[in-house]
């Protein structure tokens, strides 16, 4: 019989995905962590006309140098980072700028810290670089929030790393300015390097975005077009970090991905340069969702924090996984809080990508389980 590696075995297939085996053709599906919106036309004529042009070739392997330059003006303009277009990669979607990272920045043993409740990407990646997840607690308490002194004291002499997420995926809590501010101080004054996902910060309702790596150069910064633009099938995102940590990602990149997909990155310079109104009307409904969901939740007494961003309710349930298996039988597909972290326990991850109608039916179904 094959031996598997350690490093394989010691990570789980995603709750999130085991769910979709137990729906129906009837279920209404509020696992789903996508956007159910299409790519916006302007894109979709970037891609057919790349097509048409034959864009079918390798291109280099950090992406087009256009796309770059584009990337690195809306860091600058949008997220005060400064970066230049050598400094970025453009990745197959998000989950390989962090497998990047993982493979290239962690040793076995080191520590990294993952918030909790958090994207359970988290904490495989880690474990598949070998090297030991610690998790935070982001507590209900603090509205879910990453607050800087419960970060303080998580550090160790063997912490290499902190996994950030804002807006965040299960919860929708954004960080505080101070705290991103604070963390920021963290990374340097302890010499560890933060790598910020924010793969959700266009989607976003009554808070203002900050990230990490304005004010720390500890960081890379992870974005992409899968959320704001519609694009998750297209796999296409970016990173950005120091020149030095751009050399030993671009290693890993090359020998795993080489690049990414050419048609995607035409149709990504277009979503950066084009406009935007496509995602101010997809968050404007995203936001009527979600006073639906959350409204909803709390009038059947699960308490339930207003999602600052993302598109995710996490109301606190007791018996969770009782609930889910209950809401799947009923018609209503969610997903496990134990799948984000032990914090998760007695929540449940409640999309409301899905229409406002059906939200409104998955609500009167859920009312009577």
Do not use: W
């Not at 996902?197 to 500890?218: A, C, L, Q």
């Not at 996490?314 to 609930?323: A, G």
């Amino acid at each position: 019989m094959v031996k598997f590696a350690n490093r394989v075995k010691s990570i789980e297939l995603s709750q999130i995905r085991k769910m979709f085996e137990i729906k129906n053709e009837k279920s209404i599906n509020l696992g789903i962590g996508e956007p159910d919106f299409n790519v916006p036309e302007n894109i979709k004529i970037a891609m057919k006309n790349a097509i048409d042009n034959n864009f079918s070739h390798y291109t280099p392997n950090k992406g087009f140098l256009d796309l770059r330059e584009e990337i690195a003006k809306k860091f600058q303009k949008e997220n005060n980072i400064k970066t230049n277009p050598e400094n970025i990669i453009v990745s197959s979607g998000a989950s390989e700028a962090l497998y990047l990272c993982s493979q290239s920045l962690f040793n076995k043993d080191d520590e990294v810290i993952i918030p909790n409740p958090g994207f359970l990407s988290y904490e495989a990646c880690v474990k598949l670089s070998e090297a030991k997840p610690i998790p935070i607690d982001c507590k209900i308490e603090n509205n879910f929030k990453l607050k800087a002194e419960d970060l303080e004291n998580k550090i160790s002499k063997n912490t290499k790393a902190l996994i950030l997420n804002s807006p965040s995926n299960p919860t929708g809590a954004i960080i505080d300015k101070e705290d991103i501010k604070a963390i920021a101080d963290l990374s340097i004054d302890y010499n560890f390097m933060v790598i910020s996902d924010e793969i959700y910060e266009k989607i976003i309702y009554e808070k203002k975005h900050y990230s990490v790596g304005e004010y720390s150069d500890n960081v890379i910064t992870i974005n992409g077009f899968s959320k704001t633009y519609a694009m998750t099938g297209h796999r296409i995102a970016y990173l950005t970090g120091n020149e030095d940590i751009i050399e030993e990602l671009l290693k890993v990149h090359q020998y795993c991905i080489a690049c990414a997909n050419s048609v995607a990155q035409k149709g990504a310079y277009e979503a950066l340069t084009g406009s935007q109104k496509s995602v101010f009307n997809m968050v404007k409904e995203f936001k009527r969702r979600r006073d639906l969901m959350i409204d909803s939740l709390n009038d059947m007494n699960y308490k339930c924090v207003k999602s600052e961003g993302a598109f995710y309710a996490f109301p606190k349930i007791e018996n969770s996984e009782d609930f889910v298996l209950k809401a799947a039988k009923a018609g209503v597909i969610t997903v496990p809080g134990i799948a984000f972290g032990s914090l998760g326990n007695d929540h449940v991850r409640m999309s409301f990508a899905n229409s406002y109608e059906n939200i409104e039916k998955s609500m009167d179904i859920l009312r009577k389980i």
